[in-house]
């Protein structure tokens, strides 16, 4: 059966989601999926799929560096199987020039050309963060465009599932009938 393995980079948990989201709609399509949380597994063997949908969040205005250690290590296998990648942040809600050029740096980094790629919009997870990132995250909220929520006393979350239903659907009908 056709296999879609989803590795995956998350601090607060929102490309851990989205990734779960995206295996549930594979499952559903009758294929398989397996997530992959690149911190517990960053040695996955993805000669074993049919294709490899990847996620990673930004901070700071970087992807995680594991991110490219894991392209650089399956360098020859994502240029032989069909791939995707998806970056998740804040900026992609609101500040698409600013999503777009973590992606180029990212591209230009690692020289990796997913064949689809998708800037999904992250969350804000107050209540989930440290006092110090609480009133960080806050400040960026007030000044950054896409109108962010500043309420610390719940959590927002940007992410359009909608869209994430179509990255998926698109990248599963190009492996099925290429
Ligand atoms: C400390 C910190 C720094 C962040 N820096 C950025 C940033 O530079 N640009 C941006 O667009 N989003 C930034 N974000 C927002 C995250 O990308 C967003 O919260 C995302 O949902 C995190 O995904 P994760 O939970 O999978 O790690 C930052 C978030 C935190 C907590």
Redesign the pocket.
Known sequence: MTSICIPYL???????KIAEYIADLVIHHDLEAQPVDLKEAPDVDLTAYDGVIVGA?????KHDKRLGEFVERNRDVLARIPSAFFS?????HG?TG??EK?LEDFEQETKWRPSKVALFS????YTQ?GFL?RH??KR?AKTKPGELGTDVSRDYVYTEWDGVRRFTEDFLAELVSP
């Open positions: 998350t601090s607060e948990g929102q490309t851990a969040s930004i901070h700071r205005g998740v942040s804040l900026a992609a500040d600013e999503a973590y992250g969350a804000l997870l963060y990132t960080l995250m960026i």
